[in-house]
């Protein structure tokens, strides 16, 4: 990513001079040259710099036939870089610059001001800092949809020059202040170039790698964001589905179901995961089903004797409640899910009657087991389509059937029967 907005420069530039100069000046010979007295100003703060914030910044003036007779005044400190007598050339333009390299906090700058006019004269100097706060965030992308890292997964990564400029830069966790941030993730950006210029920078994320960035330090901007972005696994905060139960084994009419589904998330990559990993994520399973059953029933009797005695059947209602996993293949561009979940259910079902519509079992209430396989598929944006197989076991959903007796009648036997039902599951669901 290219971190460019509106560029700042260095400049020297004359000046009127609207403030008192530091100290009289003295008359002085054309030959002496003409007094300068510069002006250092930050480019970010438009702050004036002090003589110790720009000490080792030491101005020079070049004409066209090479450098130009300087000298400081005799009560100046040696080396001062605020006021300099240059002799001029008699016409044309000349140089001044101010060379960079020894100075650990700022960017030299050079301009050609024009020979013509008196002294003395006020030169501003406008300086670009070396040292950048950088604030760092990291997003896990599909497609327009991102996702932040959680703040402890942002501590883990790290802020490094790139291999190209490894040697310009030095990168320093916290802020140039030396503040260190308890949320977020801020670096301090050191350029050691001789000029200012586009910089590279590399995050390093656990699980996820490298990502490579660009910072212009002509950025106006003191504090810069800078962001990087992986493709990878977005998993649903909440996954909701709806959908209908086709019964294929003890099965009667079609059923209707609806679950509420909410995976586990990682302490450092939060609902994300690398797009070319196998995401895996524990989840929690809440869910309503209405369906129907149909099933067999015995006689029982003489002795051991069981015959079979027809059908019965009933509805119910499910009110489920589980724990399962879901699956993030890698390589299928995080549009399949692959989901199992085992749950306990409360199991409320009408009264059960044969054929003939005669009484088997009164409506009660039976726990029992409930499976679940469903594979899921995103289509457009956060909607999804499933399918799956459904298995649910009842221990003792109702009577066994009847009990043979020589009196004529067939009394309920006293015997309960479990059903197993295995369906499949078609319908649509929301992942965001």
């Known amino acids: 990513m290219l971190v460019l907005l509106a560029q700042l420069h260095c400049a020297i530039e004359l000046v009127p001079s609207t403030d008192p100069l530091p100290r009289p000046v003295a008359a002085v010979s054309a030959s002496a040259g003409t007094e300068h007295v510069f002006d250092y100003v930050d480019a970010l703060s438009g702050e004036r710099l002090s003589p110790g914030d720009v000490g080792a910044l030491i101005p020079v003036a070049y004409g066209p036939a090479g450098a130009l007779p300087t000298r400081v005044r005799e009560d100046d400190e040696a080396g001062a870089p605020i006021r300099r007598f240059i002799t001029l050339p008699p016409s044309g333009e000349y140089t001044v610059r101010v060379d960079g390299l ?16 008196d002294g003395p004269r006020q030169v501003r100097i406008t300086l670009l800092p070396r040292a950048r706060d950088v604030s760092l965030s990291v997003e896990v992308e599909r497609g327009d949809t991102r996702r932040e890292l959680t703040p402890m997964g942002l501590r883990q990564v790290e802020l490094r020059a790139d291999a190209r400029s490894e040697r310009e830069l030095e990168v320093v966790r916290g802020t140039c202040s030396g503040q260190h941030p308890a949320r ?8 050691l170039a001789a000029d200012p210029g586009t910089i590279g920078l590399t995050a390093r994320t656990p699980d996820f790698g490298l990502a490579p960035m660009s910072v212009s330090m002509t950025d106006p901007a003191r504090s810069i964001d800078v962001h990087a972005r992986y493709p990878g696994h977005l998993l649903g905060t909440v996954s909701l589905r709806v959908g209908a139960l086709l019964g294929v084994l003890h099965g009667d009419s079609p059923g209707a179901m609806v679950a509420i589904d909410v995976p586990t998330r990682s302490e450092t990559t939060g609902d994300t995961c690398p797009l070319g990993d ?16 149909r099933r067999e029933t015995e006689l029982v ?8 005695d027809g059908d019965t059947r009933a509805t119910y209602g499910l009110l489920e409640a589980g724990a399962g996993v879901t699956v993030a293949p890698g390589g299928t561009g995080d549009r399949l899910r692959l989901t199992g979940i085992l749950s306990g259910v409360l ?3 009408t009264e059960e009657r044969r054929s003939n519509d005669a009484l088997l079992s009164e409506a009660s209430s039976r726990l029992g087991l409930l ?26 959903v109702g009577s066994r059937g009847r009990q043979f007796s020589y009196l004529g009648s067939a009394p309920i036997s006293s015997e309960s029967a479990s059903l197993l039902q295995l369906g499949v599951l078609l319908g649509l669901g929301v992942d965001p």
């Open 102 to 117: 020894g100075s650990r906090r700022y960017f030299g700058c050079e301009a050609r001001l024009p020979a013509a006019g």
């Open 347 to 349: 199991a409320a079902r």
């Open 184 to 191: 977020g993730s801020h670096w301090c950006v050191l350029s």
């Open 301 to 308: 009797g003489p002795t051991t004797r069981v015959t079979p």
């Open 278 to 293: 196998t995401c895996i994520r524990g989840l929690v399973h809440l869910g309503a089903t209405y369906g129907s059953y």
């Open 371 to 396: 499976g679940d396989v469903l594979a899921s598929v995103r289509f457009a944006g956060p909607w999804t389509v499933f399918a799956g197989l459904r298995a649910l076991w009842l221990p003792s």
